[in-house]
């Protein structure tokens, strides 16, 4: 049977518009591609980090604190306070806990947060990313774990603690940098409140799920995770919309420690700003109960 001239004509030109079609996709492919590449490091920086710049120091209480200027490897000055504990007869007067914020603001936010642990009988620094506050800078994910190098450099120089005796605690966006030195350094013990599971979920989180697929392995706790033996201790509200318990859970569970040296702790009630004043009276028992049983 012979197909009719005009079927055929129509046949040719549905073909002709397909292969024009998946090229267009093709070439789009190829454009877009190295575009969104060469693109990501400054997105991801723009939405995961949210600095507060400081011209000079606010005035408010700083509790004895001293100022300690960290050096990074690409020199920069980074700006931290340093409190040390005035009873050293205490059995944790010889720790040290490396305290790395959560995102947006400075560190004179949390000095409060860093006096009290202080209060609970260790010692403590507090210290800016670049870009934030009193420190040099512009804040980008490789820049993040440089300086968190040089507090470890400090605290191991200068500070005069040994690895044994260092713990990181990371709240939210500085769970992550936390993560990175439970790895690769030689660290204690790690701390996570409120972390981020990576870059990925947190696009998700945010609405943003069209950029996950471009954050693969950018800021990625649950990789990390993955090689993980330094004791861990996560905590998270149930309610945090911001940053979902969902999430901390996933970093636990893939956390590659043994069962009896991580834990994890709901608090109930708790959104991500809040998680120390729900926990109350049971917030630094927490911490330090964990600390004296995998640092001692």
């Known amino acids: 049977m012979q197909i009719p001239l005009c079927v055929d004509i129509c046949y040719g030109r549905i073909l002709f518009i397909g292969f024009i079609m ?6 789009l ?12 490091a400054p997105a991801i920086s723009h939405f995961a980090f949210a600095p507060d710049v400081l011209e000079s120091m606010p005035e408010q209480p700083l509790y004895g604190s001293q100022t300690v200027i960290l050096k990074t490897a690409d020199e920069l000055n980074l700006h931290s306070l340093y409190f040390s504990v005035k009873n050293t007869t205490l059995t944790t007067a010889g720790k040290v806990v490396l305290y790395l914020h959560g995102n947006a603001g400075h560190l004179f936010d949390r000095v409060a947060a860093a006096h009290d642990l202080r209060e609970q ?14 420190s040099e800078g512009h ?31 990371g709240r939210s966006i500085g769970s992550v940098a936390a993560m990175k030195l439970a790895v690769d350094e030689d660290i204690s013990a790690v701390i996570l409140i409120s972390p981020i599971a990576n870059a990925s979920a947190m696009a998700k ?13 950018a800021l990625d706790n649950i990789a990390r995770a993955k090689k993980l033996q330094k004791p861990l201790l996560v905590v998270h509200g149930d309610k945090d919309k911001m940053v979902p318990q969902q999430q901390g859970l996933a970093v ?8 009896h040296k991580k834990q994890f702790i709901s608090v109930a009630g708790a959104n991500h700003h809040n998680v120390r ?17 995998h640092s001692l």
């Open 121 to 134: 009988g260790i010692n403590v620094l507090l210290i800016d990313y670049r870009g934030f506050g009193l």
């Open 205 to 217: 989180a945010m609405g943003l799920g069209w950029l996950s697929p471009f954050a693969y392995s």
């Open 277 to 293: 004043l729900v926990a109350g009276e049971k917030y630094w028992p927490w911490l330090m109960g964990f600390i004296r049983q």
């Open 252 to 259: 636990f569970n893939s956390a590659a420690v043994a069962k």
């Open 29 to 40: 492919f190829l454009v877009l591609f190295p575009i969104m590449f060469f693109i990501r």
């Open 22 to 27: 998946r090229n267009v996709f093709l070439l």
């Open 139 to 169: 804040i980008s994910e490789a820049g993040f774990y440089l300086d968190v190098e040089a507090a470890l450099t400090w605290l191991k120089g200068p500070g005069g603690y040994k690895a044994k005796d260092i713990i990181v605690l």
